[in-house]
């Protein structure tokens, strides 16, 4: 299953790329959904080639395994990951930066994911 989502952010394209890279950022996105736990020392700010691993719980309280995120590709045009866990092996996604201007940023997320017959739920 495919999913994109096209939004537009009153910041620069610099900005929101700092704001990516961080884990806080995805916690705040994800909850009350899902919630991710650091496994071990786990950088502060994801950088290519890092595969950072997290404790993944549905509603913040359900564990549902070990999360990786490896990331592939990450520059001023976007972020490549490679991810997923036990539940969820295929969980990919390409985030693409447009700078619309000084001050916004077209904001592209595709989502591959594939969990067999658990993908629609997910």
């Known amino acids: 299953m495919i999913v994109r989502k096209t939004t537009v952010f009153p910041a620069g394209r610099e900005e929101v790329l700092a704001k990516l890279q961080q884990l806080k950022t995805l916690q705040h ?3 009350p959904y899902a919630s991710f736990q650091p496994v071990g020392k786990a950088p502060e ?3 290519a080639g890092q595969t950072p ?3 993944f719980f549905l509603f913040g309280c359900i564990p549902y395994g070990t999360h990786t995120i490896h990331i592939v590709h990450l520059d001023e045009d976007g ?3 490679e991810e997923g866990n036990e539940h969820v092996p295929v ?3 390409q985030i693409t930066l447009k700078m619309l201007d000084a001050d ?4 592209t997320d595709m989502v591959v994911i594939n969990a067999g017959w658990k993908t629609f739920f997910i």
Do not use: L
């Not at 916004?104 to 904001?107: I, P, R």
């Open 29 to 31: 996105i994800a909850w």
């Open 45 to 47: 700010i994801w950088t």
């Open 53 to 55: 691993s997290y404790q």
């Open 79 to 81: 972020i490549q990951s």
């Open 91 to 93: 969980w990919n996604h």
């Open 104 to 107: 916004h940023t077209e904001y």
